[in-house]
């Protein structure tokens, strides 16, 4: 146990999830404790007491991510939708993720698009699949291509173009401390990469709902 709660070697080979030792609920906890008495708390006064309960009980939450496969969403498809095979877009799914530098929260809003080739997935698998690594720690870089790589394993679309847009609160609350500035990431993959006329539509989608 004592491998988990020491700085790890910076340059040492990235683990398999089965490779880390879990600590315990109650070593969560008491690190919760730790932290409070670090901001200069006292974690026995009665309003903190059960703090360390709910903050470790909001992080199965928070972090739900980490136990779920999108697969499970994505390997349903239907093919009875008349021959449609135009763009299929679900634009403005909100999201909340967690910078893996701050451990603070990014907010924004996803807009995914595909061309469907065989078959489609129920629209709000596309959201779920958005939460299930929204859920981790996260840089919106990894997001971006987390999503994209599971859709196109799991769907192999013709084409798969999504945009992220999202606020930073270790940009908002702390450090350089500029509100209002958001974050925008882009992935295109087949007609969305090979044709810029595919990625102007993507962005005249993205704008419609707003004229
Ligand atoms: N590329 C990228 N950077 C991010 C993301 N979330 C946070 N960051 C940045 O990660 C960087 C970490 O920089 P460091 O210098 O190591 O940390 P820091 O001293 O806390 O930096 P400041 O935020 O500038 O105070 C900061 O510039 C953050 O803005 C993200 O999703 N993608
Ligand atoms: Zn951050």
């Known amino acids: 146990?004592?491998?988990?709660?020491?700085?790890?070697?910076?340059?040492?080979?990235?683990?398999?999830?089965?490779?880390?030792?879990r600590p315990s609920r109650e070593q969560a906890e008491a690190a919760v404790r730790t932290l409070l008495a670090y901001i200069g708390e006292d974690p026995e006064r009665e309003g903190l007491l059960d703090t360390p309960?709910?903050?470790v009980k909001s992080y199965a939450e928070l972090y739900s991510g980490y136990a779920e496969d999108p697969k499970a969403h994505l390997e349903r498809t239907f093919e009875d939708v008349g021959?449609?095979?135009?763009?299929?877009?679900?634009?403005?799914?909100p999201f909340?993720?967690?910078?893996?530098?701050?451990m603070l929260p990014f907010i924004g809003k996803a807009y995914i698009a595909y061309y469907p080739s065989g078959g489609v997935v129920g629209l709000s698998k596309l959201a779920r699949v958005v939460d299930i690594y929204a859920n981790r720690l996260q840089t919106q870089e990894n997001l971006t291509s987390q999503i994209v790589s599971s859709i196109d394993e799991h769907l192999a679309p013709r084409g798969?173009?999504?945009?992220?847009?999202?606020?930073?609160?270790?940009?908002?609350?702390?450090?350089?401390?500029?509100a209002g500035v958001s974050t925008i990431t882009t992935q295109f993959t087949g007609v969305f990469q090979d044709d810029p006329a595919e990625q102007a539509r993507f962005m005249t989608f993205i704008r419609g709902g707003d004229r």
Request: some cysteine; aromatic content about 2%.
């Open 160 to 178: 798969i173009a999504l945009m992220l847009e999202a606020e930073h609160q270790c940009m908002t609350m702390r450090g350089v401390q500029k």
């Open 83 to 93: 021959g449609y095979e135009d763009m299929i877009m679900v634009r403005g799914i």
């Open 53 to 55: 309960k709910r903050v």
């Open 96 to 102: 909340h993720s967690h910078c893996e530098h701050h």
């Open 1 to 21: 146990m004592d491998a988990i709660l020491k700085p790890a070697d910076e340059k040492a080979p990235r683990r398999a999830p089965h490779e880390i030792a």
